[in-house]
């Protein structure tokens, strides 16, 4: 993919990341679970991203590889991934290399989706406050492109779950404008990615939340 390839060429000059130019990268689009600290369960439905990369395949033109796969902030081929995915029910912990590494894939053609799946609220803002110290997450309006790229979702990210009963919400961060985090809080559509028998959720929601979803790809990848 032209992101991929966009990321490595962007980082190759960069010492730190010298061993990033020998990573072979597959022409098929792929996402990865983000493995962090601090006792969250960043690992739960692990059938999401593979339900979600075969809707994508089967609607729209990207090239995909269905499986599921996590990655590491540390790890080598961390930039190779040009949608980086984490979710979890608890505390995240970057520590200073996965902050300056997190921020390096941000700032040079990288994308992170972020899912509260109910309890990392707090924790997921106040290590991107780490990661962007003068940023603030800000709420994207209901016009902004990712809701209406591929489907349109007029009022924003679709409420999959209920949990604490408030509005769906989305929220970003930029650099240089672009849209380089996208983190959405009461909606928890990926959840509606896992399979059916795990969270019994109504077809309609989920197919609601594979759309969104395909929207996210679809952003990450053209913009």
Same mark, same amino acid.
């Given at each position: 993919m032209r992101i991929v390839a966009f990321i490595l060429l962007a980082l190759t000059g960069l010492s730190e990341l010298s061993r990033a130019q020998h990573t072979q990268v597959s022409s098929a689009f792929r996402i990865a679970r983000l493995k962090y600290s601090g006792g969250g369960d960043w690992y739960n439905d692990p059938s999401a991203e593979v339900n979600l990369l075969n809707f994508v395949g089967k609607n729209t033109k990207i090239e995909v590889d269905a !499986?599921? +796969?996590? $990655? /590491?902030?540390?790890?080598?081929?961390?930039?190779?991934?040009?949608?980086?995915f984490i979710t979890g029910h608890g505390n995240i912990s970057f520590n200073e290399v996965e902050v300056n590494r997190l921020r390096t894939y941000l700032q040079n053609g990288g994308f992170l989706y972020a899912d509260d799946d109910y309890g990392m609220d707090?924790?997921?803002?106040?290590?991107?406050?780490?990661?962007?110290? !003068?940023? +603030?997450? $800000? /709420?994207?309006?209901?016009?902004?492109?990712?809701?209406?790229?591929?489907?349109?979702?007029p009022k924003g990210p679709p409420k999959i779950h209920q949990h604490d009963e408030k509005p769906a919400r989305g929220f970003g961060l930029f650099h240089n404008k672009r849209l380089v985090v996208y983190y959405t809080y009461e909606a928890?559509?990926?959840?509606?990615?896992?399979?059916?028998?795990?969270?019994?959720?109504? +077809?309609?929601?989920?197919?609601?939340?594979?759309?969104?979803?395909?929207?996210?790809?679809?952003?990450?990848?053209?913009?």
């Open positions: !499986r599921y +796969e996590y $990655v /590491e902030i540390a790890s080598e081929n961390f930039y190779s991934y040009p949608l980086v707090n924790a997921f803002r106040r290590e991107m406050k780490k990661v962007f110290p !003068r940023q +603030e997450l $800000v /709420e994207l309006p209901f016009s902004h492109g990712i809701y209406h790229c591929q489907f349109d979702f928890n559509p990926s959840d509606g990615w896992a399979d059916p028998q795990v969270h019994n959720d109504p +077809e309609r929601k989920r197919l609601d939340a594979l759309k969104f979803g395909t929207n996210i790809v679809v952003w990450a990848l053209t913009h």
